[in-house]
Nanobody
Framework: QVQLVESGGGSVQAGGSLRLSCAAS????????MGWFRQAPGKERDFVAA????????TYATSVKGRFTISRDNPKNTLYLQMNSLKPEDTAVYYC?????????????????WGQGTQVTVSS
């Protein structure tokens, strides 16, 4: 059973920073592309960022490019999302997700495993 557990969410003022972490099952993590998605109340789950199995390739949603950075530490089985210059419109529940594939994807339907989510609230 693959488990993904997010942490690091919280409440910050606009312009602030947060770093999200996603801890994955040890035997699963090293060969799988990973991604971050977010879902605001009343909205669909949107793509935020994704990374290939070895961290060599990344991609971002236009809305977060230049402010967010996705990274991974395979020996620690952990995925990260560094979020800087946060805006109120970044408020959402953030989910990490994993694929049974080494290449990243931006469509949520292509991810096989999901965490439970962590709340990020940005006030103006």
């Amino acid at each position: 059973q693959v488990q993904l557990v997010e942490s690091g969410g919280g409440s910050v003022q606009a312009g602030g920073s947060l770093r999200l972490s996603c801890a994955a099952s040890a035997r699963f993590f090293g060969n799988n592309a990973m991604g971050w998605f977010r879902q605001a109340p009343g909205k669909e789950r949107d793509f935020v960022a994704a990374i290939s199995w070895n961290g060599g390739s990344t991609t971002y949603a236009t809305s977060v490019k230049g402010r967010f950075t996705i990274s991974r530490d395979n020996p620690k089985n952990t995925l990260y999302l560094q979020m800087n210059s946060l805006k109120p419109e970044d408020t959402a529940v953030y989910y990490c997700a994993a694929r049974r594939n080494t290449n990243f994807a931006t469509r949520s339907a292509l991810y096989d495993y999901w965490g439970q989510g962590t709340q990020v609230t940005v006030s103006s």
